[in-house]
């Protein structure tokens, strides 16, 4: 499983967006390939992440848009919905934890698990 989880590539978003970028789309592709073939036995969860700006609402809620719009995509991909489910982490959740536009953008980002 962890070798099909390390192939599935983390989606990142820009700042109070959550529209799939064309770049963020290859990846959607991808990860929905990966979902017909070799993680055709598991269950995808996708984890929305934001930056620490904004309140915790409002990033709780963006986290899940975030999470929403790549599961759309999948599922017009050809990814069953029921296979996928969705959790917003909101900004509790850093990747990278420096003050610098670079490190925000690390957390602007939807991540795949696979679930058994």
Known sequence: MSDIESELSTVYFDFDKFSISS????????????GKTGAS???LKLEGNCDEW???EYNFALGLKRASSVK???VAEGI????????SYGESNPVCEDKT??????NRRVD???LP
Do not use: H, P, W
Request: some cysteine; proline content about 0%; hydrophobic content about 35%.
């Open 72 to 74: 759309k995509a999948l």
């Open 80 to 87: 069953d919905a029921s296979r996928i489910s969705m959790v």
């Open 41 to 43: 036995a598991y269950n």
């Open 54 to 56: 904004g309140s915790d």
């Open 112 to 114: 795949f698990k696979l």
């Open 23 to 34: 770049k963020a789309e290859s990846k959607i592709t991808k990860a929905a390939e990966l």
């Open 101 to 106: 536009q670079d490190c925000y953008s690390k």
